[in-house]
């Protein structure tokens, strides 16, 4: 039985030629020289919690704006921020480029970071370890968290909210006090089997999930026109195994996924979740009750639907996307707010 996730490669992503989609680019680059270090956390190994590694990248010149975490998803590691899947410079970069000391963690037994036990790899460990790198900014910094990392966006806000300025959660995993339970077709000896958009899953219980091509194709890449086709092989390649106890709360088999009790970092605080036009998960009927429920909880939350401002044709993974920049201007300018 495989005893942890290990130390994979990053996956950088240069996955395609640099020319490719650069001719459908909406947003002009800010062009500030960038720094780019390696750093690691101290970890708590008498508690079993791993040093977790994370990019930290900042303006040659220095920071001039609020720090920012980029916290990835599942099946990624921070290199999804790092470059596009066409090989340009990803949302990192970009807003390290505006002035943002910006800090690009994998997750506690992903990529870089220290391994941990299947047994042991779960929402409050990975919760745990980006506590520490949110800590590391010194200073209360905006969050961006995407998709299965959305939740920590949440737990964050519960745990550190005085830590964080602004949340920009893009097509977030709910909090378990509303997302609806997963829709168990089957059970058996070591597994359970889970209705979802792109099919029935089987999810393992002592092994972690790779993701198979047909779901990472339906859900990752979809059916929009920004994702580079001549860079869905690398893309493919480069996706991690979850830990079987994270993908059962990400699923919220059993009421299994990450809830809120303590609302008191959501008092006030700006949200912003984003949505695009062909993500086949995350619409605004799956995701503007979110905001629905945050702004009821005392935070200053907004919907943001990327068609309504003439961006159009993204997926679930638009950071990676020909169009990134035009949807990391759109970011900044509510970040700048």
Known sequence: MATGISRRGAGRMAAGALAAGLAGRAAARPIAPVLQYGRLTKGDAAAGRPAVFYDLLEPAGGASRPPILMIHGGAHTGACYLATADGRPGWAPYFAARGHRVFVPDWPGVGRSGGVALGRLDGALVHAGLAEVLAAAGEPAIVVAHSMGGTFGWTLLESHGARIRKLVAVAPAPPGNIQPAAVVVARGAGYVDVRQPAGVIRLLLDAPFFPPRSWAEHKLIGTGRQFPADAHEAYL????????????????????????????GFARKPVLLVVGTDDLDHGEAADRPIVDWLNARGADSRFLALGSEGISGNGHMMMLERNSDAIAALLARWIDD
């Not at 390649?237 to 008191?264: H, Y």
């Open 237 to 264: 390649a480069s996706l991690q195994p979850i830990a079987p106890k994270l993908l059962l709360e990400r699923t919220n088999v059993d009421g299994r996924q990450l809830r809120i009790a303590d609302f008191a």
